[in-house]
Each structure stands twice: as C-alpha cells, then as structure tokens.
C-alpha cells in the first residue's frame, strides 16, 4: 500500500492561540517527532521478528507492505527541521510559497501533483499522532461499505496518565449553524455495521474537525477535480481549520466512529491543551 503524507509545519515564537507562537520551541519539536517517528513506526520498512531460538531475524507485517513518503511543508524559513534530531531520509523538506496560515493548501495542491503514483493521499498537522497499524485498513473497509462518496474521519483526543480523565476525545458537537453551509448532516446521519462480531456506529458530526483527512486515490482523483481545489480560505472557523476540514466537508459525506465505539479509528493529539479544559471551562462527568 502506498501512502504519501503531507504535513504543514510552522513556528515563530511569539504571541497567538496556537502552539506554532508558542515562545518554547521543544513542544513543537516533540510534537513533530512524535508525528513522524509513529509514521515510520508503523507504516514504514522494515518491520521484523526476533526469532529467539535461531537468534536471527524474520520479517512482519508483511501483508501490509506499506511504501511511505512524508513531506513537511514549510514556508522556507520559520520551522524547527534543523533542531529535529531524526534520522535522515525520514522526510522530505518542501518549501512553498505561501502565508503560513495558508500552507494547508499547498499541501492538498502537492498532494494532486502526485496523483496516480498513490493508494492513500494523508493529510496532517505536525502535532496529530497516528498509533494505529490497522489505520488505513479500516479505512478501506469502510469505503467498501459505503462508497467513495463517503469519508470517514477519525476522532481527536488527548491523554494525560495524571488526569482525572485519561483519555478524552476533543472534537465534540459545534453549533448546528456553523457547519450548516456546507454539509448537510441529515442525509444518511448514521450507518451500522457488523466487524468482528460487533456492531459499529458512524455518525455524520456536526464537527467534522479532525486536523487531518485520508483519501484513496479514486477520492483524491474526485476532489482534485473541484473548481475550489487548493483555493485559501478561511470559511471554516479560520484557516487552519479550513484547510483540514473544509474542502472534504464539502465534497464527501464525512463520517466519524460514534461516540460508544470512538477508538475504531482514533489519532492522538500531542499535549493536553483540551483535556486541561475539563473541571475548568468544560464541566466534568456527573459520576452515577
């Protein structure tokens, strides 16, 4: 399976809402580590089995036979890449012309440059870590229940083993209105589906954020082909945001795990600024 990743990555210490202005670099660098290093963990060659009794070693996973590239795209000057203490070949550095609030459209117009030569076209911000080796199976599982049309999103969250909740999904319901122009959320609201014995739910959400999309190559053909392909804007909540999310909010039918089921395809978000929310400006679960 051949995947090609593209990941927008910018940081000025300075003042702002989000981490990229943060004045300490070393989170955005553990972040970006962290990003990378379960990419190769998981999607990366070789993997192997120690095979104890003839002390020598066998090759895993080799169903999966995943090829990967990654591009980090920058605006050529404000990144951190120099102090990532990562081997090299792990990535591929590729400035672009353009606002960095804007760079996660250059990344979906570098992703069409490579149509055809892919399975999977990934998008991600630099703090999203992806743990999951079955990831991109599931994904394919679920295209084949449902079509191309449709895109199923997995759910952010954030742990912390000290907190009172170690593990809370982050993007819960917004506002109906807010994504209203450009879903429409009661067209098919949820599906079931039987794997391994169990019954799945996925839900149309009313916050389709997940900072990050997966298309396989027929979606990626699809909305490459839309007239707002790769346009900057930031109708969607702000740019950022918008470059995740609005596009195949507005081309596909996104679908996410519901809440009962959530882990089926999950990504974690680096830090804690979210789960330090709860018992603050989110209140805490009523304990039953």
């Not at 702002?16 to 290093?37: I, Q």
């Not at 490579?114 to 990831?135: N, R, S, T, V």
């Not at 450009?182 to 794997?195: G, H, I, W």
């Amino acid at each position: 399976m051949r995947l090609l990743f593209v990941i927008p990555h910018y940081y000025a210490p300075g003042e702002g809402g989000h981490a990229s202005r943060g004045s300490d670099p070393l989170p955005r660098l553990r972040a970006l580590t962290a990003c990378l290093s379960a990419l190769h963990t998981h999607f990366g060659a070789p993997q192997g089995l120690i095979h104890i009794a003839g002390r020598h070693l066998l090759p895993a996973n080799r169903s999966a036979d995943f090829h990967l590239r990654v591009h980090i795209v920058t605006d050529g000057r404000h990144h951190l890449l120099e102090r990532l203490s990562l081997p090299a070949g792990l990535y591929t550095h590729t400035p672009v012309e353009s606002a960095p609030p804007f760079l996660g459209f250059a990344c979906q117009r570098l992703l069409a440059e490579h149509l055809g030569e892919f399975d999977y076209y990934a998008y991600l911000e630099d703090d999203l870590i992806l743990h999951d080796p079955l990831f991109f199976h599931k994904l394919r599982w679920f295209t084949l229940q449902m079509g191309d049309a449709s895109l199923l999103q997995p759910n952010r969250y954030e742990s912390a083993p000290a907190a009172p909740y170690r593990k809370v999904y982050v993007d819960g319901d917004l506002r109906p209105e807010v994504t209203a122009p450009f879903q429409d959320v009661t067209q098919t609201p949820e599906v079931r589906a039987l794997l391994l014995g169990s019954e799945l739910r996925f839900e149309r959400p009313l916050n389709p954020h997940s900072g990050c999309y997966f298309l396989n190559a027929a979606q990626m053909r699809r909305w490459a082909a839309q007239p707002d392909f790769g346009q900057p804007s930031a109708a969607f909540i702000g740019p950022l945001e918008s470059a995740a999310t609005l596009g195949v909010m507005r081309h596909f039918k996104i679908y996410k795990p519901a809440p009962e089921n959530a882990a089926f395809l999950e990504i974690q978000h680096y830090g804690t600024g979210f789960l330090r929310l709860v018992g603050n400006e989110i209140t805490p679960l009523k304990q039953p």
